[in-house]
């Protein structure tokens, strides 16, 4: 049976550069579509966040302008379904990334609060790159990879070829004015070769080996089907 670890932000607010924090959490689709075709798929799924903390939905995501109402409805169904697991999470500093065929970060801005300074996250992305096993960031999830430092400060993911939400996507979003950093920004200057959708707010996926990322929620479904093909052959 293929193993899949999600690995879920904590967080349930990010901090503005005015000192607000907005509620947040993770994004619905971003968690809901990856995990139902994996579990279809027969495959077995542990979820961890640090410190064992349930994670939190961001409600922005089931709410109105989040998507389709009946397709946003099946998805919050979906999330009640899988509740146990996600209130009851494994603590991220005891999981072993090795046990896993697949690691999976869902994103929403809950990232860019915890995961992007999370020391113990950081290290399970540098073991995972070492070993060259399917590791997939979705949207705000590759802020993770900010946290994947080298000894002399060096991102362990420079030169690699990767996408994540993009500073034209937050700024038609709202929330770059106010934003203390933009997570496109962040991870050019942490030397990633970033690449993005001709159009914003369509579904985009770049594989670099065994390292997978997708640019948005509507690349969530694409993300898990391709690495579904790639797994399952």
């Given at each position: 049976?293929?193993?899949?670890?999600f690995v879920?932000?904590a967080?349930?607010?990010?901090t503005?550069k005015?000192g607000t924090?907005?509620?947040?959490?993770?994004?619905?689709?971003e968690?809901a579509?990856?995990y139902r075709?994996?579990?279809?798929?027969?495959?077995?799924?542990t979820?961890a966040?640090?410190n064992a903390v349930a994670?939190?939905?961001d409600?922005?995501?089931?709410?109105e302008?989040a998507?389709d109402?009946?397709?946003?409805?099946?998805i919050?169904a979906y999330?009640?379904?899988?509740?146990?697991?996600l209130?009851?999470?494994?603590?991220?500093?005891?999981?072993n990334?090795?046990?896993?065929?697949l690691v999976?970060y869902p994103?929403g801005?809950?990232p860019?609060?915890d995961?992007?300074?999370?020391?113990?996250s950081?290290?399970?992305l540098?073991?995972r790159?070492?070993?060259?096993?399917p590791l997939?960031?979705?949207?705000h999830?590759p802020?993770?990879?900010?946290?994947a430092?080298?000894?002399?400060?060096t991102?362990?993911?420079a030169?690699?070829n990767i996408?994540?939400?993009?500073?034209?996507e937050?700024?038609s979003a709202?929330?770059a004015e106010?934003?203390?950093?933009l997570?496109?920004s962040?991870?050019?200057?942490a030397?990633?070769?970033?690449?993005?959708?001709a159009e914003?707010?369509?579904s985009?996926v770049?594989v670099?080996?065994n390292?997978?990322t997708g640019q948005n929620?509507?690349?969530s479904?694409?993300l898990?089907?391709r690495?579904?093909a790639?797994?399952?052959?």
């Amino acid at each position: 049976m293929t193993n899949a670890l999600f690995v879920v932000s904590a967080a349930d607010g990010w901090t503005l550069k005015d000192g607000t924090v907005r509620p947040t959490g993770y994004w619905a689709e971003e968690l809901a579509v990856p995990y139902r075709l994996f579990s279809e798929a027969g495959w077995d799924i542990t979820v961890a966040t640090p410190n064992a903390v349930a994670p939190t939905v961001d409600e922005g995501s089931l709410g109105e302008g989040a998507g389709d109402p009946k397709e946003l409805e099946e998805i919050r169904a979906y999330l009640e379904s899988i509740k146990d697991v996600l209130d009851n999470p494994k603590s991220l500093a005891d999981v072993n990334e090795e046990d896993f065929d697949l690691v999976f970060y869902p994103g929403g801005h809950g990232p860019m609060e915890d995961l992007a300074v999370d020391a113990v996250s950081g290290q399970l992305l540098k073991q995972r790159l070492a070993a060259g096993k399917p590791l997939a960031l979705l949207c705000h999830a590759p802020a993770a990879l900010l946290a994947a430092k080298n000894e002399d400060g060096t991102n362990a993911f420079a030169g690699k070829n990767i996408t994540a939400f993009s500073n034209t996507e937050e700024e038609s979003a709202g929330l770059a004015e106010n934003a203390k950093w933009l997570l496109e920004s962040e991870l050019v200057n942490a030397g990633v070769k970033y690449d993005k959708a001709a159009e914003d707010w369509s579904s985009h996926v770049v594989v670099d080996g065994n390292l997978y990322t997708g640019q948005n929620p509507q690349s969530s479904a694409e993300l898990a089907k391709r690495i579904l093909a790639d797994l399952d052959k």
